[in-house]
């Protein structure tokens, strides 16, 4: 494939295959239909517009279909847009596959499942070696190919363990800072925190809300799911408790979706590593895709704002007087 949507400018032309990650109806004030389309390639998405749409254009032109069009990068409300010259859906004889369209993470699923074995084997407290390693057991295939969101940070193939490796990376230098910190505990938290999302989200390619997920959420399911297992395994006690609370309190405030906020050194600290590490994410994908001397587009997990490329390169050189 040629280059990513994501390196086009603002009117620069474009054409050629993409593959429809979501599709809406619209009507406009003059009451004529349009479609929203938000397209994807492994480099990211973009939002287009298919003006005066038709009855057969709403039957075509649906999720997790593959579109050959022309157009042109324009610029709304701050954000990049396609405006669309022509379009079709793709055929047999074009050769493009779902597959080509789906961005994965810069790791191997099988070196961050290794990662993942290597942190459990680190932990020294059975009970909780136990419960982590029985849902990394149950939930290995999802877990290595589900992304971390519907949007935002690591939504991509293998994001999840991508996103929990990164913070267990983290955490391992943190522990050696602060050795009086319950690795343990830590790097359970880690490992479980989003792994709910195997529920809460439907899969790889259109990922959207499951209704376990629209009604429930990923932080109720996997604080249920810890009781349950460590039933299975007959394991009572204080950890199963803390297992939980690291759970519901991960995302920090009641206001960004935590039942209860951290109330042990761990929770705090698991809070504080997933929002570096997501914010992180953010923000390098973002910068990747413009050039030295030049603003992102707004992010709006980050309050709406536009992140400045300095020009000039690191410099190692320590400088003499």
Request: proline share 4%.
């Given at each position: 494939?040629?280059?990513?949507?994501?390196?086009?400018?603002?009117?620069?032309?474009?054409?050629?295959f993409?593959?429809?990650k979501?599709m809406?109806?619209?009507?406009?004030?003059?009451?004529?239909?349009?479609?929203?389309?938000?397209?994807?390639d492994?480099?990211?998405?973009?939002?287009?517009?298919?003006?005066?749409?038709?009855?057969e254009?709403?039957?075509?032109?649906?999720a997790e279909?593959i579109?050959?069009?022309t157009?042109?990068?324009t610029?709304f409300?701050g954000?990049?847009?396609?405006k669309i010259?022509?379009?079709?859906?793709?055929e047999?004889?074009?050769?493009v596959?779902i597959?080509?369209?789906?961005?994965?993470?810069?790791?191997e699923?099988?070196?961050?499942?290794?990662?993942?074995?290597a942190a459990?084997?680190?932990?020294?407290?059975?009970?909780?070696q136990?419960?982590?390693?029985?849902?990394i057991?149950?939930?290995k295939?999802?877990?290595?190919?589900?992304?971390?969101a519907?949007?935002?940070?690591?939504?991509?193939?293998?994001?999840?363990?991508?996103?929990i490796?990164?913070?267990?990376?983290l955490?391992?230098?943190?522990?050696?800072?602060?050795?009086e910190l319950?690795?343990?505990?830590?790097?359970?938290?880690i490992?479980?925190?989003d792994?709910?999302?195997v529920?809460?989200l439907?899969?790889?390619?259109?990922?959207?809300?499951?209704?376990?997920?629209?009604l429930?959420g990923?932080?109720?399911?996997?604080v249920?799911?810890?009781?349950?297992?460590a039933?299975?395994?007959?394991?009572?006690?204080?950890?199963?408790?803390i297992?939980?609370?690291?759970?519901?309190?991960?995302?920090?405030?009641?206001?960004?979706?935590?039942?209860?906020?951290?109330?042990?050194?761990?929770?705090?600290?698991?809070?504080?590593?997933?929002?570096?590490?997501?914010?992180?994410?953010?923000?390098?994908?973002?910068?990747?895709?413009?050039?030295?001397?030049?603003?992102?587009?707004r992010?709006?997990?980050?309050?709406?704002?536009?992140?400045y490329?300095?020009?000039?390169?690191p410099n190692?050189?320590?400088?003499?007087?």
């Amino acid at each position: 494939m040629q280059n990513g949507i994501k390196n086009y400018q603002v009117g620069d032309k474009f054409s050629g295959f993409m593959l429809i990650k979501e599709m809406t109806k619209g009507v406009t004030s003059t009451g004529k239909d349009f479609l929203t389309l938000i397209l994807r390639d492994t480099s990211g998405e973009i939002e287009a517009k298919l003006w005066d749409a038709r009855p057969e254009d709403m039957k075509l032109y649906q999720a997790e279909v593959i579109i050959y069009l022309t157009g042109e990068i324009t610029q709304f409300r701050g954000k990049a847009q396609l405006k669309i010259y022509s379009i079709r859906p793709s055929e047999e004889t074009d050769g493009v596959h779902i597959a080509d369209f789906v961005e994965k993470a810069p790791v191997e699923k099988e070196v961050l499942f290794d990662r993942l074995k290597a942190a459990v084997l680190e932990m020294q407290n059975l009970n909780v070696q136990e419960i982590t390693r029985a849902f990394i057991t149950k939930y290995k295939e999802e877990l290595l190919t589900f992304p971390a969101a519907v949007s935002n940070h690591h939504a991509y193939v293998s994001g999840l363990a991508h996103h929990i490796t990164s913070m267990l990376a983290l955490a391992r230098e943190i522990c050696k800072l602060y050795p009086e910190l319950n690795k343990d505990l830590l790097y359970a938290g880690i490992i479980l925190h989003d792994l709910g999302k195997v529920k809460e989200l439907s899969g790889l390619v259109t990922t959207s809300y499951t209704l376990q997920g629209k009604l429930i959420g990923h932080i109720p399911l996997m604080v249920e799911e810890i009781g349950q297992i460590a039933n299975e395994l007959n394991i009572e006690g204080e950890e199963v408790i803390i297992l939980q609370h690291l759970v519901l309190s991960h995302h920090g405030k009641a206001e960004w979706g935590s039942p209860r906020p951290p109330l042990i050194r761990e929770a705090e600290i698991l809070h504080l590593i997933d929002l570096m590490d997501a914010k992180m994410n953010m923000l390098n994908r973002a910068l990747e895709h413009v050039e030295p001397g030049e603003f992102t587009e707004r992010l709006f997990p980050m309050d709406n704002r536009s992140f400045y490329k300095p020009t000039f390169e690191p410099n190692y050189t320590i400088m003499k007087k």
